[in-house]
Nanobody, 117 residues
Framework: QVRLVESGGGLVQPGGSLRLSCAAS????????VAWYRQAPGKQRELVAD???????NYADSVKGRFTISRDNAKKTVYLQMNSLKPEDTAVYYC???????????WGQGIQVTVSS
């Protein structure tokens, strides 16, 4: 059973930074595309950023230039560096991995990020 464990969330002031981590319990992490989603209260879950197995990245317009997704295949971990945080970035953040070959995917349990003064 695949397990994804997120860490690094919390409360930060506007303009601050956080780095989220998501560690995966899979055999071959490099075979998975990775992504971060978020869901704010009363809103649908939305894609924040994703990265293919080849390293191509994609970002939501609202986070371009502020957030960076990265991965460490040796550590089986995906990261989301979040800079210049805004109150509208407040949400529960979820990581996801998906195999492009089998379409098997798995979600993390979610981690709260709150941007407030």
């Amino acid at each position: 059973q695949v397990r994804l464990v997120e860490s690094g969330g919390g409360l930060v002031q506007p303009g601050g930074s956080l780095r989220l981590s998501c560690a995966a319990s899979v055999t071959i992490f490099s075979a998975y595309a990775v992504a971060w989603y978020r869901q704010a209260p009363g809103k649908q879950r939305e894609l924040v950023a994703d990265m293919t197995i080849g390293g191509t990245t994609n970002y939501a317009d609202s986070v371009k230039g502020r957030f960076t997704i990265s991965r460490d295949n040796a550590k089986k971990t995906v990261y989301l560096q979040m800079n210049s945080l805004k109150p509208e970035d407040t949400a529960v953040y979820y990581c996801k991995i998906e195999s492009p070959r089998t379409s098997f995917g798995s979600w993390g349990q979610g981690i709260q990020v709150t941007v407030s003064s």
